[in-house]
């Protein structure tokens, strides 16, 4: 049996199922993702070195503008037909829960609701210090690298930052327990273009193996997969997903 008709026998079984996503399931609305060399975040900017607390601090106008880069850029794409294909199956399975490692909103924006954030999200600026959330539009146009002075806040007048979490930040205790209760509840997990290089984010697929759900990586990239329950499809989300979920 070829693996999507496997992976679609699974998903058919299945009535509690985690979508699991990082940058891949943006990267076909034009979003790059962290590693691809050519246009990926890090080509530029290594993210570690720049997504950090120490980074902001030691260059605000550089971590802000980056930032702001992004959300700019956000402002002028739109979902694909692989966050289309993951809104939808909340129609068709009892129980669905989104958990994504990405801090953009097209999950919302195609239409999903309750997404987890494990790692915030860039539409939420907030006040570096006093975390008071701080509404500032976003630029119309930025060049990637700009630099730009993030604003004050008027109750402390501390700096904004981008509401996302940073290397050596906790992910928001409340998004990771809802993450792993519904992670240890499920019965398929359905893995969506992460390289699961980032903890405790990537942790997330060995836990609903270990409580015996099934777990279907969708990746252009080979995925090496060590239990019977795994299965890996690889192809584009935007391409798989809407063949899988039809
Ligand atoms: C924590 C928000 C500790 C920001 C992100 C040393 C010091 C401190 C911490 C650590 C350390 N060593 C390790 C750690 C832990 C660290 C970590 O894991 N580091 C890694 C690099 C080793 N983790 C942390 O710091 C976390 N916090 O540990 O706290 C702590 C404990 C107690 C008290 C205080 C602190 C927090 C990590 C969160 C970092 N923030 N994002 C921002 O966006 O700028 S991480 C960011 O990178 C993303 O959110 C995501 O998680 C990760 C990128 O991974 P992916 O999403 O998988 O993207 P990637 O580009 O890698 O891969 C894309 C995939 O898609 C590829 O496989 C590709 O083939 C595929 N693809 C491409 N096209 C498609 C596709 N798939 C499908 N369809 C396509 N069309
Ligand atoms: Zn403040």
């Not at 079984?13 to 609305?29: D, L, N």
């Not at 890090?42 to 605000?60: G, H, M, N, S, V």
């Not at 700096?159 to 209760?181: D, H, I, N």
Request: aromatic share 6%.
């Amino acid at each position: 049996m070829a693996d999507l008709d496997r992976a679609a026998a699974c998903l058919a079984q299945a009535s509690r199922v985690v979508v699991f996503t990082g940058a891949g399931v943006s990267a076909e609305s034009g979003i790059a993702t962290f590693r691809d060399a050519q246009t990926g975040l890090w080509a530029r900017f290594d993210p570690q070195r720049l997504a950090t607390p120490e980074a902001f601090l030691a260059d605000p106008e550089l971590v802000w503008g980056w930032y702001e880069w992004r959300r700019a850029r956000l402002a002028q794409v739109s979902p694909n037909p692989a966050h289309q294909a993951i809104a939808e199956l909340a129609g068709q399975v009892a129980q669905l829960q989104v958990v994504t490692q990405n801090v953009d909103d097209l999950h919302e924006r195609a239409g999903s609701r309750s997404v987890i954030h494990l790692h915030g999200s860039i539409q939420q600026p907030r006040c570096f210090d006093c975390a008071r959330p701080m509404a500032i539009p976003v630029a119309e146009v930025m060049e990637n690298g700009q630099r730009l002075a993030p604003p004050r806040c008027p109750l402390c007048n501390g700096l904004a930052r981008p509401g996302v979490v940073w290397f050596g930040e906790s992910v928001p205790q409340q998004a990771w327990e809802a993450a792993w209760k519904a992670v240890s509840t499920c019965d398929l997990l359905l893995s969506v273009g992460t390289s699961g290089a980032v903890y405790p984010a990537a942790g997330l697929p060995r836990r609903a193996l270990e409580q015996g759900a099934r777990v279907i990586h969708v990746n252009p990239e080979p995925v090496s997969i060590h239990a019977p329950g795994e299965l890996a499809l690889t192809g584009k989300a935007g391409q798989l997903l809407p063949r899988l979920l039809a």
